[in-house]
């Protein structure tokens, strides 16, 4: 018999109130990572993410409800370890070509240690598709947010809109996809290579 059975009728994920109850659920979020990382979606276990995490089963039920619950909020957390890598590669006020270089830079050391966040990401699609199509979007929208920024400044030329925003997204994730998960090379490198598509193009001048 299964102990994987839900709590009762009525519950739901709580957010933790205590500090021992974050780092619990730090620890849930992290043992779901390597287990979807791992078996995918379909053959990770509750059982397998709480004995990774080194956790009693009853503590997972205090904040999910399922493994579906678990696996949209992982997909939340790692779209926001994203966000936070980009971030803080970068200073205040870069110009905008070196704002997305350190951006890039950001994205891919944190691919390259994560790997599997490129599973868990593309199971989404069919687990979840809202949150993978979030995923996305939210990120294509701060690439479209730094563009325009950029054009404000005088930096980067008028009309570059939502189209350019996804087309330097999907350069970015399949570089990840490349040559931080396929292969190992340095990500300044990569990113260096993608900002002179960016700033020359590939015309012969």
Not at 122 to 147: G, K, N, W
Not at 168 to 185: K, Q
């Amino acid at each position: 018999m299964s102990t994987e059975k839900p709590p009762a009728e009525g519950s739901a994920a709580k957010a933790p109130r205590t500090e021992r109850g974050r780092r619990t659920l730090r620890k849930l979020l992290d043992a779901a990572a390597v287990e979807f990382g791992e078996h995918g979606f379909h053959e990770a276990s509750i059982t397998g993410i709480t004995r990774r995490a080194g956790t009693a089963l009853g503590s997972f039920y205090t904040y999910f409800n399922s493994k579906d619950e678990i696996f949209r909020a992982l997909v939340d957390d790692l779209s926001g370890k994203v966000r936070e890598a980009a971030r803080s590669a970068r200073q205040q006020d870069l110009p905008a070509l070196e704002t997305e270089r350190a951006s890039l830079t950001g994205f891919l050391r944190f691919a390259a240690e994560h790997k599997e966040i490129y599973r868990i990401i593309d199971e989404c699609e069919f687990v979840d598709p809202a949150s993978f199509r979030q995923h996305y979007e939210s990120t294509a929208t701060r690439i479209r947010e730094r563009l325009s920024e950029g054009i404000r400044k005088g930096e980067l030329r008028e009309g570059l809109g939502e189209a350019h925003a996804w087309a330097i997204m999907g350069m970015n994730v399949f570089l990840g996809l490349r040559y931080a998960v396929w292969g190992d090379a340095e990500a300044e490198e990569i990113a260096e290579l993608a900002n002179s598509i960016l700033r020359e193009g590939i015309v012969k001048r």
